[in-house]
């Protein structure tokens, strides 16, 4: 009787070294299959971030790495009186004041039209929209290129025909800025296809008790439609945000790499780029994609903190 009474004792106790040891394997291979993407963290982006901030504080420059110092916070002093880097900045800030409200009003516009239930063919414009975000963005611009050529393009001429004289959109630095916002309406169309989500996500009864009302398109549009997207708004803004400050390849080819005309394109990308690679200057280059890195982080988290005042989630809060 002793020994049974042992044996109904022990085996709750083995069953449960039994469940551990499952336990134990499941979390073993969970990280051996998250092994890739935390090696591929460590290698590629907090090692390279850690090298980059100790870099920041130093004077290195590849050709002459003999002659690598501790400076300390030299370069962040040099940064905060840099004329260049003012210059880039306000080339950044322009583009990023046109573009980023456009890059969330025209997607939204091209969804509500290819969800309208009566346009036809509808399914074939979401195509066409969408497609050219395929086309490599080096083509896209040398194509925008010629269409903004200020004497060959057709853009120009088609202004002609209706008698107005359109503008020299790559040599005059007061159009170059917008005409490279023009081409990045060439890739709206991932953001189109994300609105176009939320749209569809919409409850009809909403629009159905809105109609019933009397409510207009309009008024629904804004107090329906726009309440409802708005965590989808939200997601498109921070990215078209934080894009804004990393543009870099159409600056560098309609700028020539040299931010013509009269620095207008110089955007801050590309004078980080030039500062730590072309002029070998690396240790100030890191220091300007370190203020970078902390102005976007400023910027999103202003973004994340005011959520709560416009960003309205079905389910409740976030």
């Known amino acids: 009787m002793a020994a049974l009474s042992k044996e109904v004792v022990s085996a709750p ?3 449960r070294r039994k469940v551990m040891s499952i336990s134990q394997r499941e979390a073993m291979w969970g990280w051996i299959f998250l092994s890739p993407w935390i090696v591929g963290v460590l290698a590629f ?3 390279p971030m850690v090298a980059s901030l100790i870099l920041s504080l130093t004077n290195y420059n590849p050709i002459h790495p003999e002659e690598l110092r501790f400076i300390g916070l030299h370069n962040f002093a040099r940064f905060l009186g840099d004329p260049g880097m003012l210059q880039a900045a306000g080339a950044t800030l322009r583009f990023t004041l046109i573009g980023v409200p456009l890059s969330i009003i025209i997607p939204l516009g091209l969804a509500v039209l290819v969800n309208a239930k009566h346009l036809f063919g509808k399914n074939v414009f979401r195509a066409l929209f969408y497609m050219p975000i395929m086309i490599p963005t080096v083509v896209g611009v040398m194509v925008w290129s010629g269409i903004l050529n200020s004497d ?6 088609v202004l002609a025909v209706v008698g107005i004289e359109g503008p020299r959109w790559l040599q005059d630095e007061n159009w170059v800025v917008p005409a490279i916002v023009i081409m990045g309406f ?8 994300i609105f176009l989500a939320g749209l569809q996500n919409v409850p009809t009864e909403l629009y159905e008790a809105a109609r019933v009302d009397g409510a207009g398109a309009v008024y629904t549009f804004f107090r329906i439609t726009v309440p409802m997207i708005s965590p989808v708004i939200f997601y498109n803004l921070t990215l078209a945000l934080i894009g804004s400050f990393q543009i870099f390849v159409p600056g560098y080819i309609v700028g020539n790499g040299r931010g013509d005309p009269n620095g207008a394109t110089m955007f801050y990308n590309i004078y980080l780029y030039k500062t730590a ?3 070998q200057d690396m240790g100030y280059g890191t220091t300007l994609a370190w203020a970078m890195f902390i102005v976007v982080l400023i910027l999103t988290i202003i973004l994340f903190r ?8 079905a389910g409740g809060e976030e």
């Open 13 to 15: 106790v083995s069953a």
């Open 45 to 47: 982006t907090a090692i």
């Open 152 to 157: 060959s393009g057709w853009l120009n001429r």
């Open 186 to 193: 060439w890739g709206v169309g991932n953001a189109m296809l």
């Open 277 to 279: 690679f072309d002029f």
């Open 306 to 313: 005011t959520q709560s005042r416009w960003v309205y989630y």
